[in-house]
């Protein structure tokens, strides 16, 4: 018995796997073979076969034995040979071994909701292809060749260059590129700081506010972490009430979900309790880009660079598939950070690092987030126009930024109203999902609504549905 591997991918589109038995001589061997792999379904209709001289070249026989057994094959109907097109498996032929089988059918998609309103995810329908396209191209013809080696796990210094510029001039932060460090986004950055458990470059006990993302909490617990509620009122997390922590979790610009920005006296006093402690503020700026009725309220950064470690990521701003954020720290958690992350980048694709530095550097990243913060403008004004309208008992609270908003509902009406949100296939959040489990304030009823996820042609049909849910 004697096999062989046909490496004919830029011929016929992937390697042939022909088996060819001693009894009857080459011809019958790789007649026998070939019509094998057409009945098995190996072969599809339509693939166009190998050249008589490069098949011949490599199985290591005579051309002619190839031209008889492919001339074998066409008389008997299993392929076809066109002037010009070459030889390929005959469209009429089915794969016999399979003709018995009853067909596999695919199992039903599940069936999503008709209106997506759930928060966490921009406009997908509105990424700027063309824009990055650009960017991505114009990075990888000129990446140098070291590009497409082991990466440097601080991240490629084009982007972090360009983040430092980005980030001074729109958010206030202050820092250089050797302090930046890239990473796959939030959660990412979470468990490089807080991984190691005991021996992490961060540690335990961590204030965060009483509402928030359950699912950053869950990684903080899977690292031994243990979390302590902040209470919230108008004016963000109340910080004085910060003790014995080792470091405080906040989202300053944009209290998430609630909705408030945390207030210049609160943004100093956090400030000066990190000085007096020598501990750490963590500031998630995950929609920093996204304020509405004036402009957006400064990184916390930019009050003390080695107090305060910031994230950020293009989750929001751009795409969460692209998986790339930063941490901007204080320098001497730097090379702690880098000794968690490992010798060589496992997480954030470099072609995609360079690709988002020349979208950052060509203005394209500013271009495109003016005009997500119109539509998103235009997308929440039109809910709180509808609101007015049709369900005058709930009020959207919080300031006007962000991708999604907290719609404040009477008393005791979330769950029913939740509950009827699915039956009219209405995905969104209600606001208890995200309270702390320990936190020690008055529990409120509301909907955390995303407005940016539906397309623009869906939203008004998306907001119709809402309304009709809504006490």
């Given amino acids: 018995m004697e096999e062989s591997w046909v490496n004919s991918a830029e011929r016929i589109g992937a390697d042939l796997h022909l088996e060819l038995s001693a009894p009857g001589g080459r011809r019958a061997a790789l007649i026998r073979a070939l019509r094998e792999a057409v009945r098995g379904g190996r072969l599809a209709p339509g693939t166009r076969l190998p050249p008589y001289r490069s098949l011949a070249a490599d199985l290591g026989v005579a051309r002619n034995t190839v031209a008889d057994a492919y001339a074998e094959l066409v008389a008997e109907g299993w392929l076809t040979a066109r002037q010009g097109s070459g030889t390929r498996v005959a469209d009429r032929m089915e794969p016999l071994r399979h003709a018995a089988r009853r067909p596999v059918e695919a199992p039903p998609r599940a069936r ?135 470091g405080v979790l906040l989202t300053p610009a944009h209290q998430f979900p609630t909705g408030g920005p945390l207030h210049a006296s609160r943004r100093a006093a956090v400030i000066a309790w990190a000085r007096a402690r020598g501990t750490v503020v963590l500031e998630d700026d995950y929609d920093g880009e996204f304020r509405y009725d004036r402009r957006p309220v400064g990184a916390l950064q930019g009050l003390d660079p080695e107090r305060v470690i910031h994230v950020g990521s293009v989750s929001k701003s751009l795409s969460p598939a692209l998986r790339l954020g930063w941490m901007v720290l204080p320098q001497r958690y730097v090379g702690d950070v880098l000794a968690a992350k490992g010798d060589r980048e496992t997480w954030a694709s470099v072609p995609d690092q360079l690709g988002l530095a020349d979208f950052i550097v060509s203005g394209a990243y500013d271009r495109h987030a003016r005009r997500m913060r119109q539509r998103y403008r235009g997308r929440r004004d039109r809910l709180v126009a509808a609101l007015a309208e049709h369900a005058p008992r709930v009020t959207v609270t919080g300031v006007a930024a962000g991708l999604h908003a907290v719609l404040r509902l009477p008393p005791g009406t979330e769950s029913a109203t939740v509950e009827a949100a699915v039956r009219q296939g209405v995905a969104l959040d209600g606001l208890a999902g995200f309270r702390h489990p320990e936190a020690d304030m008055e529990a409120r009823d509301g909907l955390v609504v995303g407005y940016a996820t539906p397309s623009e042609h869906a939203y008004g049909a998306a907001l119709d549905a809402l309304c009709g849910v809504l006490p």
């Fill in 112 to 246: 999503g909701p008709r209106h997506d309103l759930r928060q966490g995810s921009p406009d997908t329908s509105s990424f700027p292809r063309a824009a990055w396209l650009a960017s991505y191209r114009r990075a990888l013809q000129q990446a140098p060749s070291e590009v497409f080696g082991p990466g440097d796990p601080a991240g490629r210094r084009e982007l972090r260059e360009a983040l430092t510029e980005y980030l001074a001039r729109a958010r206030g932060v202050r820092t250089e590129p050797d302090r930046i460090v890239i990473c796959s986004g939030f959660a990412h950055a979470l468990g490089l700081l807080f991984g190691g458990g005991a021996s992490g470059v961060l540690r335990g006990p961590l204030a965060v506010e009483a509402y928030g993302l359950g699912f950053h909490r869950e990684l903080l617990a899977a690292a031994g972490v243990r979390t302590v509620p902040l209470p919230l009122d108008e004016d963000g997390a109340r910080v004085g009430l910060l003790g014995r922590e080792r």
